[in-house]
């Protein structure tokens, strides 16, 4: 059962802050609600015990997609910093059809895409999922090899860390009580073909049991730049190094990749230790990583 | 207890809710309308889905109070004059419905689709009412119904 709850709405940004510092620590934020709604009839989660819910969704300046010049000021000379920034309350079907993203984050709109139904896409938002931090969010390994950054805000100001410093553990992140995340900034992959592959127990609405986000990039038929990035297999998002060093410099070849692939695996034995699923989900980490990097290298041959 | 206006229906209506009341509770309880079905009630099946603001959603996730001021249509908003809105008619001429609990929340996500797009493939027929489980009819006959209704027949579409 629910307690009951007192239902805050801002209008801006400014608002949501003043809100937030005023009960801090007694408010939670309900971005699209998506979860949060199914956690409060369970009673379960942070949101039982607060007094106060805020919505943000009618908050115009949280809902941009939008190339942004950032200024960078690092010691003595200001750099200007040609970025991609997401609003926190971006929808994740605003999110599968923007054309910025698809020109500049492919593997993100098809992440987007993946999420739940239309009726869950319509509403679920970027930030709302990020700051879950679900294990396995469908966004946040996508976010990874774009090396996505949050920003978030309060009265005092804003910090900006990257999704790895932000995503502390499992359903764990960096912020603060009185902190809004604000948006997700990125800077653009515009030389790179990136795909988003999922694996899950049936097409539609499946919760994510293993999916991998790669990208790369191409000069004179060689891969000259790799990220990837496996979903669900690490207890926070990271990038597979060692894997993209086996690809970098080379040409591009099914062995090629099944070699990445296979060391994707590797490095989840290395990391999480052997487990009663690895002989399942060794071979089939490899072959989602295999497929990740086909997509991206087809889409980079069709292109040219 | 908080105010909550909005336009059901094309109706303007008010009520007071709680403040983490969901929409599927004030539609049926506090306004009566029990044509919406709540299925699993954790937004993974569509029986609850209404459309807001012109998008399918459903309505078991979405907090009441976020339907301030918002235009809300449930199945008994489709029906005008007494006549049913072309898609309704299409399920009923292509049995596309069994036991019937799966229907007002399919026939809102396709008639959200049908608003926005009004000749949909077959593909993005299956992907807007992807979110809406139905245990009776295999979906086959869902989809005849939607593509009868965007006055598109079987050939003019992309084959299965």
Same mark, same amino acid.
């Given at each position: 059962?629910?307690?009951?709850?007192?239902? %805050?709405?801002?209008?801006?940004?400014?608002?949501?802050?003043?809100?937030?510092?005023?009960?801090?620590?007694?408010?939670?934020?309900?971005?699209?609600?998506?979860?949060?709604?199914?956690? %409060?009839?369970?009673?379960?989660?942070?949101?039982?015990?607060?007094?106060?819910?805020?919505?943000?969704?009618?908050?115009?300046?949280?809902?941009?997609?939008?190339?942004?010049?950032?200024?960078?000021?690092?010691?003595?000379?200001?750099?200007?910093?040609?970025?991609?920034?997401?609003?926190?309350?971006?929808?994740?079907?605003?999110?599968?059809?923007?054309?910025?993203?698809?020109?500049?984050?492919?593997?993100?709109?098809?992440?987007?895409?993946?999420?739940?139904?239309? /009726?869950?896409?319509?509403?679920?938002?970027?930030?709302?999922?990020?700051?879950?931090?679900?294990?396995?969010?469908?966004?946040?390994?996508? %976010?990874?090899?774009?090396?996505?950054?949050?920003?978030?805000?309060?009265?005092?100001?804003?910090?900006?860390? !990257?999704?790895?410093?932000?995503?502390?553990?499992?359903?764990?992140?960096?912020?603060?009580?009185?902190?809004?995340?604000?948006?997700?900034?990125?800077?653009? %992959?515009?030389?790179?073909? !990136?795909?988003?592959?999922?694996?899950?127990?049936?097409?539609?609405?499946?919760?994510?049991?293993?999916?991998?986000?790669?990208?790369?990039?191409?000069?004179?038929?060689?891969?000259?730049?790799?990220?990837?990035?496996?979903?669900?297999?690490?207890?926070?998002?990271?990038?597979? /190094? !060692?894997?993209?060093?086996?690809?970098?410099?080379?040409?591009?070849?099914?062995?090629?990749?099944?070699?990445?692939?296979?060391?994707?695996?590797?490095?989840?034995?290395?990391?999480?230790?052997?487990?009663?699923?690895?002989?399942?989900?060794?071979?089939?980490?490899?072959?989602?990583?295999?497929?990740?990097?086909?997509?991206?290298?087809? /889409?980079?041959? !069709?292109?040219? | 207890?908080?105010?909550?206006?909005? @336009?059901?229906? $094309?109706?303007?209506?008010?009520?007071? @809710?709680?403040?983490?009341?969901?929409?599927?509770?004030?539609?049926?309880?506090?306004?009566?309308?029990?044509?919406?079905?709540?299925?699993?009630?954790? $937004?993974?099946?569509?029986?609850?889905?209404?459309?807001?603001?012109?998008?399918? @959603?459903?309505?078991?996730?979405?907090?009441?109070?976020? =339907?301030?001021?918002?235009?809300?249509?449930?199945?008994?908003?489709?029906?005008?004059?007494?006549?049913? #809105?072309?898609? *309704?008619?299409?399920?009923?001429?292509?049995?596309?419905?069994?036991?019937?609990?799966?229907?007002? $929340?399919? &026939?809102? #996500?396709?008639?959200?689709?049908?608003?926005?797009?009004?000749?949909?493939?077959?593909?993005? &027929?299956?992907?807007? &009412?992807?979110?809406?489980?139905?245990?009776?009819?295999?979906?086959? *006959?869902?989809?005849? =119904? @939607?593509?009868?209704?965007?006055?598109?027949?079987?050939?003019?579409?992309?084959? =299965?």
């Amino acid at each position: 059962m629910v307690d009951e709850k007192d239902y %805050l709405v801002a209008n801006n940004l400014n608002e949501a802050k003043v809100l937030m510092h005023e009960h801090c620590g007694n408010i939670h934020v309900l971005a699209g609600g998506t979860d949060l709604m199914v956690a %409060l009839r369970e009673g379960k989660r942070s949101g039982r015990d607060t007094t106060y819910l805020l919505d943000i969704s009618n908050i115009q300046e949280l809902k941009a997609i939008e190339r942004k010049k950032v200024t960078i000021s690092d010691e003595d000379c200001n750099t200007n910093e040609d970025y991609i920034r997401i609003g926190a309350m971006v929808t994740f079907d605003e999110a599968a059809h923007s054309g910025l993203l698809l020109k500049t984050a492919g593997a993100l709109c098809e992440a987007a895409k993946s999420v739940g139904a239309q /009726q869950i896409r319509n509403v679920a938002t970027i930030g709302g999922n990020v700051c879950n931090a679900a294990v396995a969010a469908d966004s946040l390994s996508a %976010l990874t090899i774009l090396d996505a950054k949050v920003v978030l805000e309060d009265l005092r100001g804003e910090r900006v860390l !990257s999704i790895g410093e932000f995503i502390t553990g499992p359903g764990k992140t960096a912020i603060n009580e009185d902190e809004l995340l604000t948006e997700i900034r990125f800077k653009p %992959l515009e030389d790179y073909y !990136s795909a988003f592959v999922k694996l899950g127990r049936r097409k539609a609405l499946a919760i994510s049991r293993m999916n991998v986000a790669a990208a790369l990039a191409f000069e004179d038929e060689k891969i000259t730049e790799a990220r990837i990035s496996p979903g669900c297999v690490f207890a926070t998002p990271r990038r597979v /190094q !060692s894997a993209e060093k086996i690809l970098i410099g080379e040409s591009p070849s099914e062995e090629l990749f099944m070699e990445a692939g296979e060391e994707v695996s590797k490095e989840m034995v290395r990391i999480t230790g052997r487990r009663w699923s690895t002989d399942y989900k060794y071979p089939a980490l490899s072959a989602v990583t295999f497929k990740a990097l086909a997509i991206a290298y087809n /889409q980079a041959k !069709s292109d040219t | 207890m908080q105010k909550l206006k909005f @336009v059901l229906n $094309g109706k303007c209506v008010e009520v007071e @809710v709680e403040g983490c009341a969901r929409l599927i509770d004030v539609i049926r309880e506090n306004l009566g309308l029990t044509g919406t079905k709540e299925g699993c009630g954790i $937004g993974e099946c569509g029986a609850c889905t209404v459309i807001i603001d012109g998008d399918a @959603v459903d309505s078991c996730l979405y907090p009441a109070l976020r =339907a301030q001021g918002k235009n809300v249509t449930t199945i008994e908003g489709l029906a005008k004059d007494g006549r049913l #809105s072309a898609l *309704q008619q299409a399920v009923l001429d292509h049995h596309a419905l069994q036991c019937g609990f799966c229907t007002p $929340g399919f &026939i809102m #996500s396709a008639t959200a689709l049908l608003n926005k797009n009004p000749k949909p493939s077959r593909e993005e &027929i299956k992907n807007a &009412i992807a979110g809406n489980l139905c245990r009776c009819t295999g979906y086959e *006959q869902m989809i005849e =119904a @939607v593509l009868d209704a965007s006055g598109q027949t079987e050939i003019d579409n992309d084959s =299965a």
